[in-house]
């Protein structure tokens, strides 16, 4: 049995490598995994995208209904796959990845699959639970893009509400500065500004925590990879500080700007220790400091800000203020039943959201995504309890032993967390299923030699490589997907290796020449 890359994989892959700015015109390069021509030859960019089985009832369901009929047909599927040994017994292939395996001593995990036969060609340790660090993000985005679609977009939602205008967010990991312009443009434009006194926040979509667990509160700069996940969020959370000096003065500019911020500049002109910006939280504010020495050349650093409602609420009341508004205060609250909409902004597809976590492993938009999981599973705002409660209900209905895994966040940015790279490869097996939603997990992997965090890996394997890398302390991770040039075959595979002492370099040279066997291997045969 042999699939070819499903028809979605097309659509998918044109809106990654559109948001990224990374589409090109011309021929394909020979090698890169192909994608077949789209499931239609045009979609509205509004218009969801609803498998036909699924689309007379699915839009009067709920979607605590909706999840639990897709995490049914995910176990359909599952199920059809065996997951037996490989019936051709292929030795040399054996040989050859526990030959890789045992020289690197104990603590590795691998597991080997023909992901459309549904056999399994390699297994060392494959069911044992061990930190998947940043390959967490692929169990994560699967069951989002599965449970939830790869046409799933976030709503932010501007209302009139009496004598003030509510800003409802809805977890949108993308939402940026120019966003909150278009909101705040419509609402000059349908004039509603008339009467209006304040700013409100609603955060209800989100229970109220900020860090997810395993996040330690940061005693260092407030780096942006610690960055606090709330339904109503902006920039990713962070602002980007950009410090310079003309030889005199001592210029910091603080992007996006938002009244949330306050900002304390220590630094000096050219001279002294090296430039420092920390971010720190003060009375429910976040405090940029600058210390040290500028340059005449700019640098800049993201940091992390403290309470992500309020840093967006702010910042949409400079914007206001900006395009002619009057000067807002901003609040916490809810939108009445009787509030009246002025304006919505409707994020990207989330097929396309989901590059910034896979490709550059951002664990923000994980934490997000998670909590939408568990929010539209529950039908209660999304924590990461129910978070977690939809990630195991996805495992198991993708054919996987419940004991296999122990979530702790949707990033992997976690000492507790444990999957098994058997487990791993079974999730990466459902983008194989024709027209499946989780294909769309293909493009928005890092690429072997090409981009992402594989940028610098395995060039050989370009247009061939697929996969997710993860990295922490003691952790070492890569699972992804190997295939022929032609894409009419594919190899899941997941190796974790974890070590108290763990090299990093030797480790990453491990994963590496277990992926290039396999591509030796797809060639041979």
Known sequence: MTRSFPQLASFALALVTAYAGLATAGPRSPGQIPAPQSIREAVEPD???????????????????????????????ANSRAWTADPTDDASLRR?????????????AVHVADLDEGTWLFDQNGAARLN???????LTAIAALEL???????????????????????GDP???????????????????????????????????????????????????????????SLSFNTVETTVRTDGATVHVEVTPASGHVTLVNKARPLRGRALEVTSTCEDGRTVLTVTGAAKRKPSTV???????????????????????????????????????????????PLAQILASALKYSNNFTSEQVVRTLGRRMSGEPGSWDNGRAALKAFWRAAGNDPRELQPENGSGL??????????LVRVLALARDEGAAAASIVPALAGAGGEGTLRLRMPGGRGRVRGKTGTIGGVSALSGIAATPDG??????????????????????????????????????
């Open 148 to 170: 939830l679609g790869p046409d799933y977009r976030f709503e932010t939602r501007l209302v009139r509400d009496g004598d003030a205008l509510v800003l409802i967010g809805d």
């Open 414 to 423: 976690s000492l507790r967390g444990r999957v098994s790279a058997r487990g």
């Open 174 to 232: 993308s939402l940026q500065l120019q966003g909150l312009h278009a909101l705040a443009s419509k609402a000059l434009a349908a004039e509603a500004l008339a009467g209006v006194r304040r700013i409100v926040i609603d955060e209800r979509a989100f229970s109220p925590e900020r860090l997810g667990p395993g996040y330690e509160e940061p005693p260092g700069p407030g780096p942006s990879y610690l960055a606090p996940s709330g339904a109503l």
């Open 302 to 348: 993201r940091r992390r800000i403290c309470d992500p409602g309020k840093f967006a609420g702010e910042a949409f009341a400079a914007v206001l203020h900006e395009l002619g508004g009057p000067l807002l205060p901003v609040e916490s609250g809810a939108a009445s039943a009787h509030a009246r909409e002025v304006a919505s902004l409707v994020s990207p």
């Open 96 to 108: 050859k990845l526990a030959e890789l395996v045992r020289r690197a001593g104990a603590g590795v």
């Open 488 to 525: 009419r075959r594919a190899l899941g595979f997941s190796v974790l290796i974890n070590g108290k002492n763990l090299a990093m370099p030797r480790s990453r040279r491990l994963q590496d020449r277990i992926v290039q066997t396999l591509l030796d291997h797809l060639d041979a045969g």
């Open 47 to 77: 218009e969801p995208v609803v498998p036909p089985r699924l689309a007379a009832p699915f839009a009067a369901q709920t979607w605590p209904q909706r999840v639990a009929a897709r995490l049914a047909d995910v176990s359909a599927r």
């Open 132 to 138: 998947p660090a940043s390959n967490q993000k692929v």
